[in-house]
T-cell receptor, first 117, second 115 residues
Framework: AQKVTQAQTEISVVEKEDVTLDCVYETRDTTYYLFWYKQPPSGELVFLIR??????QNEISGRYSWNFQKSTSSFNFTITASQVVDSAVYFC??????????????FGKGTMLLVSP | DVKVTQSSRYLVKRTGEKVFLECVQD?????MFWYRQDPGLGLRLIYFSYDVKMKEKGDIPEGYSVSREKKERFSLILESASTNQTSMYLC??????????????FGPGTRLTVL
């Protein structure tokens, strides 16, 4: 069965610190996708990134970067120079290909990031 | 812009009531999903639909049913609400571009309390 583990339940940092959120996954699919979502206090999940299992290049978007390592089944997310607005719950998710021919997402339990001034 | 709306942000119902949660997307997406989110458990899939009138059970379908009569609307139904269904309910939709893993876009959520 699919599984996504976010071992860090809660992380607290001070503004301008770098922080890495860990994500480890298990899957039997040979082709799959990995995702990160952000859930600010308002509650709506915001899509951050989607990654194909064949693309192991790291990605950078502003202060955000993602490190995908297939050998260790990890897809970690780093925020550089954190800001108070980064405070949120972050979810890692893994696609699961169903017998119906469609895919669903399996989510980790989330990591709450608290950035204090 | 991607837009998924849910009928209520907050809802309070009594045990035994029939509850309807509505979700509408305006992006012509084929797939729609219902999740519930509970502290410490993350998001768990209740049901999803890949076409009008087509549905498939997720991980926790017990106590729920769904309806999709039109492409843009996906309803979650609690036939007889119970206190253990108190939760945050999130709706999502996705366009079918790669069946191996499409991006899902989420609505703002409905916080349901069953008394």
């Amino acid at each position: 069965a699919q599984k996504v583990t976010q071992a860090q339940t809660e992380i607290s940092v001070v503004e301008k610190e770098d922080v890495t959120l860990d994500c480890v996954y298990e899957t039997r699919d040979t082709t799959y996708y990995l995702f990160w979502y952000k859930q600010p206090p308002s509650g709506e999940l915001v899509f951050l990134i989607r990654r194909n299992s064949f693309d192991e290049q790291n990605e950078i978007s502003g202060r955000y970067s993602w490190n995908f390592q297939k050998s260790t089944s990890s897809f970690n997310f780093t925020i550089t120079a954190s800001q108070v607005v980064d405070s949120a719950v972050y979810f890692c998710a893994l696609s699961e290909f169903k017998d119906s021919g469609y895919s669903t997402l399996t989510f980790g339990k989330g990591t709450m990031l608290l950035v204090s001034p | 812009d991607v837009k998924v709306t849910q009928s209520s942000r907050y809802l309070v119902k009594r045990t035994g009531e029939k509850v309807f949660l509505e979700c509408v997307q305006d992006m012509d997406h084929e797939n729609m999903f219902w999740y519930r989110q509970d502290p410490g458990l993350g998001l768990r899939l209740i049901y999803f639909s890949y076409d009008v009138k087509m549905k498939e059970k997720g991980d926790i379908p017990e106590g729920y049913s769904v309806s999709r009569e039109k492409k843009e609307r996906f309803s979650l139904i609690l036939e007889s609400a119970s206190t253990n269904q108190t939760s945050m309910y999130l709706c999502a939709s996705s366009r079918v571009r790669d069946r191996r893993g499409d991006t899902q876009y989420f609505g703002p959520g409905t916080r349901l309390t069953v008394l």
